[in-house]
T-cell receptor, first 111, second 112 residues
Framework: AQSVTQPDIHITVSEGASLELRCNYS??????LFWYVQSPGQGLQLLLK??????LVQGIKGFEAEFKRSQSSFNLRKPSVHWSDAAEYFC?????????FGKGTTLSVSS | SQTIHQWPATLVQPVGSPLSLECTVE??????LYWYRQAAGRGLQLLFY??????ISSEVPQNLSASRPQDRQFILSSKKLLLSDSGFYLC???????????FGPGTRLTVL
């Protein structure tokens, strides 16, 4: 069965430090992969997506993600975190009709 | 450009009361439409999706139902709310089944 695992429930990073959020997926075919961000009480905003081609994907707000088929991973990175990046981040895999979401990682940014 | 609306933004309802949440999309035709529920610490759970008017697929059997009376309108309903129906309800649209989904602002439902 398709699934997405985000191993880290909560991460705290200092402002200006680098960030990596982990995502592992289970899917039999070539996956479509997504990262979304959600601010408190808001809907989800798409950060980036991978459908095919270059395995390093650039997104909005300075985020990037790398698809590694051998590790079934799609980790999200940012070289320098800003206080406004504090939010909840969801990884998702496209599985037929719908998206399968991970349970999310809450990012806190300390000054 | 495309826009997705949900209302109401927040709702507090007593147990046993009916429910109607509405989602509308502007700027696109024949979108796929989705209802998700988000409970704390549990990620997003797909409830219903629709590929066309009157076509509804249910992913999880429960106390809720969905309808699509118009191309760009998606409604989530219940005849009698349960406490367990509390949560954050998100509507989303896409142009195709494997395409990017775009989410609305959500409705916070509290059942007391």
């Amino acid at each position: 069965a398709q699934s997405v695992t985000q191993p880290d429930i909560h991460i705290t990073v200092s402002e200006g430090a680098s960030l990596e959020l982990r995502c592992n997926y289970s899917y039999g075919a070539t996956p479509y992969l997504f990262w979304y961000v959600q601010s408190p009480g808001q809907g989800l905003q798409l950060l980036l997506k991978y459908f095919s081609g270059d395995t390093l994907v650039q997104g909005i707000k300075g985020f990037e993600a790398e698809f590694k088929r051998s590790q079934s991973s799609f980790n999200l990175r940012k070289p320098s975190v800003h206080w406004s990046d504090a939010a909840e981040y969801f990884c998702a895999v496209g599985a037929g009709t719908a998206l399968i979401f991970g349970k999310g990682t809450t990012l806190s940014v300390s000054s | 450009s495309q826009t997705i609306h949900q209302w109401p933004a927040t709702l507090v309802q007593p147990v046993g009361s009916p429910l109607s949440l509405e989602c509308t999309v502007e700027g696109t035709s024949n979108p796929n439409l989705y209802w998700y529920r988000q409970a704390a610490g549990r990620g997003l759970q797909l409830l219903f999706y629709s590929v066309g008017i009157g076509q509804i697929s249910s992913e999880v059997p429960q106390n809720l139902s969905a309808s699509r009376p118009q191309d760009r309108q998606f409604i989530l309903s219940s005849k009698k709310l349960l406490l367990s129906d509390s949560g954050f309800y998100l509507c989303a649209w896409s142009t195709g089944s494997t395409d990017t989904q775009y989410f609305g602002p959500g409705t916070r439902l509290t059942v007391l």
